[in-house]
C-alpha cells in the first residue's frame, strides 16, 4: 500500500491491549515489525497477548506497563516509566476505553470521561516531547461514532457521578472528548513531524459491552457486530498508512469521515483542552 508510515523496529505504546480491539491491534503492529508496549491494568491479563507476540518471532521482548486511566498518578508513573525505558516513540494508540462504568475516578472525575479522555490526554501530553523528537511519529485515538449522540458538554456534570441509566450519554461525551481531543491536538502540532488520527472501530464484539444492562446488548446484536479482527483495522490505517496531511481527522472503515457538527467545533475543542489541562495540573 502507499503512504506507508511505518519502518520495522518503530516503537509503539498502546493503551488496553490485554482483550478487544486493542490486543488485535498490538498483534498486528508487532507482526508488521513494531516494538509493543502495552500499557494496561493487568499484567496477568495481559500475558497471554505478550506471549502470543513472543511466539511469533517478530518482537521477543514485548512490553508491558502498569496504567490506570482513572488514576493520574498512575498515567504520570506510566509515562515515567516509558521514559525510563529509553525508547523512542513512533506511535501512541490512545486504545484503552470503558462504557458502562458508574462513579468517579480517583481523582474526582466522572468515571467514563475520565479514564477515556482525561487519562488519555494527560498520557498524551506525557509523552509528547518523546513522540516529537522520534518523528515522524503518530498519535491514533480510538473515538466512536457515539460521539453523536451527545447534544453537548455539560462541564459540571464533569466533575459529578455517572447519572444516566446506562451510562450511555457519558460515554457518548467522552467520544466526542476524545474526537475533539486529536483534532485540537492536530492544529497544536501544526508544523512538527507528529501527526494524529481519531476514528470509529465500528460496532465490535468485544468485552466493552460487560457493564451495559442485559437488556441492550440484544440490541447491539441486532445492528450486526465486527469481529475485533474487523474492529482493528481503522486503527491499524491510521497507525501505519493514514497520510500525515491527513492529521486531525475523523477516520471510519478506513477513510475520513466527516464527524458531527460539535465534532468539528473548533471553539468546543480549544475549551475541552483548556479545562483538560488545567484539570490535569490541579490532581
Ligand atoms: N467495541 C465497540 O463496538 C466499540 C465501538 C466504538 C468505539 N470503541 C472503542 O474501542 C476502544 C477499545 O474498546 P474494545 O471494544 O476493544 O473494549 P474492551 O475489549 O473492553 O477493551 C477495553 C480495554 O480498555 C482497558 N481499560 C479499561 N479501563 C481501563 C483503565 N482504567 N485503565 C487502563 N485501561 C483500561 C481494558 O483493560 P481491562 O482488561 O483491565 O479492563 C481493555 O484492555 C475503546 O476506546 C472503545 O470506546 C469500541
Redesign the pocket.
Known amino acids: 500500500m502507499n503512504n506507508e508510515f511505518y519502518i520495522p523496529g518503530q516503537v509503539a505504546l498502546i ?8 490486543r488485535v491491534t498490538a498483534i498486528e503492529l508487532a507482526k508488521k515489525g513494531f516494538k509493543v508496549v502495552i500499557a ?3 499484567l496477568e ?1 495481559t500475558q497471554p497477548v505478550l506471549d502470543h507476540i513472543k511466539s511469533l518471532s517478530v518482537d521477543e521482548h514485548p512490553l508491558f506497563l502498569p ?4 488514576s493520574l498518578a498512575s498515567v504520570r508513573e506510566c509515562a515515567q516509566l516509558f521514559k525510563q525505558l529509553n525508547l523512542p516513540l513512533h506511535l501512541l494508540i490512545n ?5 458502562g462504568l458508574r462513579g468517579l475516578t480517583k481523582d474526582g472525575f466522572e468515571m467514563t470521561f475520565g ?2 479522555h482525561l ?1 488519555h490526554f494527560l498520557l498524551t501530553q506525557l509523552l509528547l516531547e518523546k513522540l516529537q523528537a522520534s518523528g515522524p511519529s503518530r498519535i491514533v485515538t ?1 473515538s ?3 460521539h453523536k449522540r451527545t447534544a453537548g458538554i455539560e462541564w459540571d456534570a464533569l466533575r459529578r457521578s455517572t447519572r444516566s441509566w446506562t451510562g450511555i450519554d457519558e460515554y457518548a461525551v467522552s ?1 466526542l472528548a476524545n474526537l475533539l481531543f486529536s483534532a485540537e491536538l492536530a492544529k497544536r502540532l501544526q508544523g512538527t513531524s507528529v501527526s494524529t488520527y481519531s476514528l ?5 464484539d ?3 459491552w460487560r457493564a451495559l444492562p442485559n437488556w441492550a446488548r440484544p440490541l447491539l446484536r441486532l445492528r450486526g457486530f465486527l469481529t ?1 479482527e474487523e ?1 482493528a483495522l481503522t486503527t491499524l490505517h491510521c497507525a501505519m498508512h493514514a497520510p500525515q496531511q491527513e492529521t486531525g481527522l475523523y477516520y471510519a472503515d478506513s477513510k475520513p469521515r466527516e464527524p458531527a457538527a460539535l465534532g468539528r467545533d473548533s471553539e468546543l475543542a480549544a475549551e475541552l483542552w483548556r479545562r483538560s489541562e488545567a484539570w490535569v495540573s490541579h490532581n
Do not use: Q
Not at 486504545?95 to 462504557?99: H, R, S
Not at 470509529?200 to 465490535?204: A, D, F, L, T, Y
Open positions: 493503551t488496553g491491549g490485554n482483550v478487544g480491539i486493542g494496561g491494568r493487568s491479563r496504567l490506570d486511566l482513572g486504545n484503552a476505553g470503558v462504557a479514564i477515556n487519562g480510538v466512536s461514532r457515539a467520544k470509529h472501530p465500528g460496532v465490535v468485544t468485552e466493552i475485533p474492529g
